[in-house]
């Protein structure tokens, strides 16, 4: 690992252990939450999946087959298979065994 | 044995986690080996970053050489639903007198799930039991981590495609959301904004501008009936 993938694990720790500790060091015992920050902490979390989702898949490229086909049949593996059986850990082992398997049956 | 009661107890209660971060643990440590990295950072990143769906979205930053302000904002955004469970704790955590930076520290979704739920049994030391859980928990992602970091490295196997557990991770947790959430604005606002991103600047640069339309759009429905 070099300097700046160091530098680069050691933010995402510090930033991900300041989220953790900011609720004890900003909010005193019987200071109430800001309405935004409330807000913000229920809505962003659905966005952020949307988000991810569109960042995990932004690799894919339509001139060829290989280029989404096993990314979208596995895909819709995982979301039709969860939303049946809302097994989160099955649906993601079936979705990528699946991509894996395609990916070297499609060329 | 002094909290030997409330070790057991948080062992039995923790059981359903040791599934989930043994196995997820292990498809990281694989996918990180399977990028290029060596088996031991996989258990170091799960010590001290210790945050599940981050860890991956940091595989892929570290791989795209992303900058150090962009995984900071990546990291926030990823993460900032831990600020809620910090809040909902903070009368339960401040009573705690020993290993409460610890407690805080390792908050994680499960852990806040197992805990918010309250003591399971009267008369256990809240501290203990709370630490217990804790403890346990990152102990199960560390060791998942490990294993799949060493299997990755020692195991003669053709991991390529590997990666899409983590698409699979997101696509699950946007499921769960849009199946859940009375409000699916923030979901489509998600989705929508990063598409947007994706057209106008590139796979390479659309984490930045899709977070800064995400919290513009998010700020507008806001006060206009959006509960999540």
Redesign the interface.
């Known amino acids: 690992m070099n300097a700046h993938e160091l530098l680069t694990v050691l933010v995402a720790a510090l930033v991900t252990a300041a989220i953790r500790f900011a609720p004890f060091a900003l909010f005193p015992p019987g200071r109430k939450t800001p309405a935004a920050v409330e807000y913000l902490g229920r809505a962003l979390p659905g966005a952020v999946a949307g988000l991810l989702v569109v960042y995990c898949l932004r690799g894919l490229h339509f001139g060829a087959l290989s280029g989404w086909l096993p990314e979208a049949l596995s895909a819709a593996l995982v979301v039709i298979s969860y939303r049946l059986i809302r097994n989160s850990l099955l649906s993601i082992a079936a979705g990528t065994v699946c991509y894996m398997l395609l990916l070297r049956l499609v060329v | 044995m002094k909290g030997s009661r409330e070790l057991r107890t948080a062992a039995v209660k923790t059981v359903p986690v040791a599934?989930?971060y043994l196995?997820?643990g292990f498809?990281f440590g694989v996918l990180l080996v399977a990028r290029g990295?060596?088996a031991l950072?996989a258990p170091l990143?799960a010590l001290?970053?210790?945050?599940g769906?981050?860890q991956f979205?940091?595989i892929?930053?570290?791989a795209g050489?992303?900058g150090?302000i962009e995984?900071?904002l990546m990291?926030?955004?990823?993460?900032?639903?831990?600020?809620?469970?910090?809040?909902s704790m903070?009368?339960e955590?401040?009573r705690v007198k020993r290993g409460r930076g610890y407690l805080?520290?390792s908050?994680t979704d499960e852990t806040y799930s197992l805990l918010s739920s309250g003591l399971p049994e009267e008369g256990l030391d809240a501290g203990r039991y709370y630490l217990g859980v804790s403890a346990l928990d990152q102990g199960y992602w560390v060791l998942g981590c490990l294993l799949g970091g060493l299997a990755g490295e020692a195991l003669p196997f053709d991991?390529?495609?590997?990666e899409?557990?983590?698409?699979?991770?997101?696509?699950?947790?946007?499921?769960?959301?849009?199946?859940k959430?009375r409000?699916?604005r923030?979901?489509?606002?998600?989705?929508?904004?990063?598409?947007a991103s994706?057209l106008l600047f590139g796979?390479g640069q659309?984490?930045l501008p899709?977070?800064a339309m995400?919290l513009i759009l998010?700020?507008f429905i806001?006060g206009k009936g959006?509960?999540?």
């Open positions: 599934a989930g196995v997820m498809g990295y060596p950072y990143m001290f970053v210790y945050a769906s981050m979205v940091l892929d930053l570290l050489g992303a150090l995984t900071a990291t926030f955004f990823v993460n900032a639903r831990h600020l809620f469970y910090g809040l903070l009368d955590y401040r805080i520290f908050l991991f390529r495609g590997i899409f557990s983590m698409t699979a991770l997101f696509l699950v947790t946007l499921t769960d959301q849009w199946m959430a409000d699916r923030p979901a489509a606002i998600g989705l929508g904004c990063a598409l994706l796979p659309l984490i899709a977070m995400i998010l700020l806001r959006a509960e999540a």
